[in-house]
């Protein structure tokens, strides 16, 4: 499957067409131009160590230290080739940034009658050391314990990237401490990719096909605002905190739904293009771009790619778009929930299982997809996964900016479930009783219409439910509670370990059955019976943004977990420690420091959040609501000289709500002020948090709501930072 991750090296130049304009080359000449792929290693690499890169790929294999000298040989010579003069071990430590560090090629001679030489050695590209205590551990690295690893992952391909001062050759690597925890998101995905393979690998030698290696695939849905940088830069909260905190909901938002698939504005589309070149040529398939239902919301995503490629690729490309809308005097937006009133930012993560050679999809259901053993095999046990670890799930896509946006505006809620649709249902309410005999009552695939002119079409097996979090969407799963900010990689190692434990209890309960000389398939249709019936209540196919659905959750017993500090602790639940041991993702250690990091990057988010708005407050919106009294005092007083009693009065009355909306955010800061004292006294960092989600968000809230109320009486002329209708509604 790997295989077709590149396509040829072209020339990424553009052409004159036939009447002398020119025009741009077809993205199959710019495709992976800058990706040390599998083509490039053809041309630079030897026989010998080009095979013992694929073997590495496909096998899990390690590479020799001799053969890895003539990998970093001819990955050196093609990025020198390609213009570049440094290179750097790109990983992914647990900030949820990239990190790198860059160094040249070129290393000058002691010999001062000799000119220096580039070079990279088999042991630069293998490993690098950073500083492994100044980045989130956790308390696994003390400031006294500062070695670290980065080490060469030859199953994301290198590539180069282009900044201002010249071109880098980049190495995707994991990131390690010097007594072997992983510091990265990376290191623990690659393990549970492993753990994912001798799972189902172990299920299909079960139903008869045996040797075959499996891989999670994923396509990810980038979801995100672009502002103009000019009123980004009057609003601190927005740079700094990446959302408005203070704003009043412009009077036309998005209620009539005609952004959405509109068209692009040319400044926007102009932007588009540009990151889109770049991310092409460094690899990224990106297929599709549109407008999203809020204003100036977009959204990119790519074709579908091995996870750990595809994670790899939406890591650099939110780089890749940050720096290229600043060229273009734009500032992209990923938080959750930039503005309120309208949709929020999702990382729609689309989720599949696949034999690794020739990349068939396990979850296809086929034709007859009641027929299709294989199919509902996959399928059940991954609704079973979800079930039974619907709460780590939810701790994986915990965060302040996805606190904000879950179960808001067309968000999914906090309740995990599965929806189906309506075939795929029947289908499973047929097997539960009946197994693989007869044929369920299914809807027609074709959908009859009178149009004239247009053709018969055919329905897909399952509609789309946009208010779940998980629901299977023909032939994958789209995890659409995954926030924009995040690095996918953790909820997905959470989401592949608890998949990879429910194959594996699958796989002892049906070789238990076996051994008792129950024929295979009637084993496998017999466990997967049982454990759809024990694990269906995760099934639902109405709508999840319904209060009835939140009460009928709780019936059915389904957690619904409110808030970071509630959801990170799920992780230290001791039978999700025994699971992440026992599959070898996370010593008990590593669980316990990404509970932590979670809870401190909560902490950091919601500390800096309350000093913008005790900022803003002082500095921005209450100095105009005095401008604003003084005007009107003026114009009381000159209203009560001219005996104008009734205007008078109106003006009074106004001054009187400004100023009781004043009170009211000044009250509020003397809280959040205490609060804030009460929190830095701590030193747990749950309890740090704790204090921030129960006490700091209402009073927050109830400070926005009288500066959004002041924002509607202030003189327009006197407000200080830019409104909605800029922000949201400018479209040049």
Known sequence: MFESRIADLGSPARTTGPNGTLREN???????????????????????????????????????????????????????????????????????????KHDAFYKPSFNLELQGIESLSGQQLIQQEPDASSFPSGGLRSTDEARGYTVWDPSSFAFIQEITTGRVLCIPSVFISYTGESLDYKAPLLKSIGAINQAVGKTLELLGDPGRSVVPTLGWEQEYFVIDQSLARKRPDILLSGRALFGRMSAKGQEKNEFYFGSIPERVQQFMNDFEKRSLEMGIPLSSRHNEVAPHQYECAPMFEEVNSAIDHNVLLMNVMRDTARQHG?????????????????????????????????????????????FLTVFINVICAVNKHAHLLRAGI???????????????????????????????????????????DLPTPELEKDIPRIPTFLLDNTDRNRTSPFPFTGNKFEFRAVGASHNPSFV?????????????????????????????????????????????????????????????????????????????????????????????????????????????????????????????????????????????????????????????????????????????????????????????????VADIARVYYDQSLPTTLEIREAADELELVVDDQLWRLPKYRELLLVRS
């Not at 030897?46 to 590479?63: G, L, P």
């Not at 049982?530 to 999840?544: H, P, Q, S, T, V």
């Open 330 to 374: 734009l500032e992209v937006l990923f938080h959750e929930k930039p503005f309120r009133g309208v949709n929020g930012s999702g990382k729609h993560s689309n989720w599949s299982l696949a034999t690794a050679r020739d990349g068939e999809n396990l979850l296809d259901p086929g034709k007859e997809p009641h027929k299709n053993l294989r």
């Open 398 to 440: 915990a965060s302040s900016g996805n606190d904000h946006r879950l179960g808001q505006h067309e968000a999914p809620p906090a309740i995990i479930s599965v929806f189906t649709g309506q075939q795929l249902g029947k289908v499973l309410d047929h097997f539960k009783t009946k197994g693989l005999k007869g044929t369920p």
């Open 492 to 684: 997905l190692t959470v989401l592949q370990t608890c998949v990879a434990e429910q194959f594996t209890q699958f796989n002892a309960k049906v070789e238990a059955l076996i051994e008792k000389k129950t024929k295979p398939e009637e084993a496998v249709v017999k466990v997967l019976q049982e454990e759809l019936k024990a694990n269906e209540r995760i099934i639902f196919n109405g709508d999840g943004y319904s209060h009835e659905w939140e009460e009928e959750a709780a019936r059915r017993g389904l957690p619904n977990i409110k808030g970071t500090p509630n959801a990170a602790e799920q992780l230290l639940d001791p039978a999700a420690i025994e699971m992440f041991v026992r599959h070898k993702i996370f010593t008990p250690d590593e669980v316990k420091a990404r509970v932590t990091i979670i809870l401190e990057n909560y902490i950091a988010d919601m500390a800096c959040e309350n000093k913008l708005v005790e900022e803003l407050a002082y500095s921005h919106i209450l100095p105009a609501a005095t401008d604003h009294q003084l005007k009107l005092v003026e114009l009381y007083e000159g209203y009560a000289e001219m005996g104008l009693d009734k205007p008078a009065k109106r003006v009074k009355e106004e001054a009187e709500r400004v100023a009781k909306l004043a009170e009211r955010i000044y009250s509020q800061l003397e809280k959040l002020a205490k609060v804030r004292e009460k929190a830095d006294k701590l030193t747990e």
């Open 26 to 100: 077809p993205v199959s000449d710019i495709f992976g131009t800058r990706v040390f792929g599998l083509a490039a290693m053809k041309e630079y690499l030897t026989d010998r160590a080009y095979k013992a890169v694929v073997e590495a790929i496909r096998f899990s294999q390690n590479i020799s230290f001799e053969v890895s000298e003539n990998v970093a040989k001819g990955m050196k010579k093609w990025a020198m080739d390609n213009g570049a003069t440094h290179f750097t071990h790109w990983f992914q430590p647990l900030t949820g940034l990239s990190a790198e």
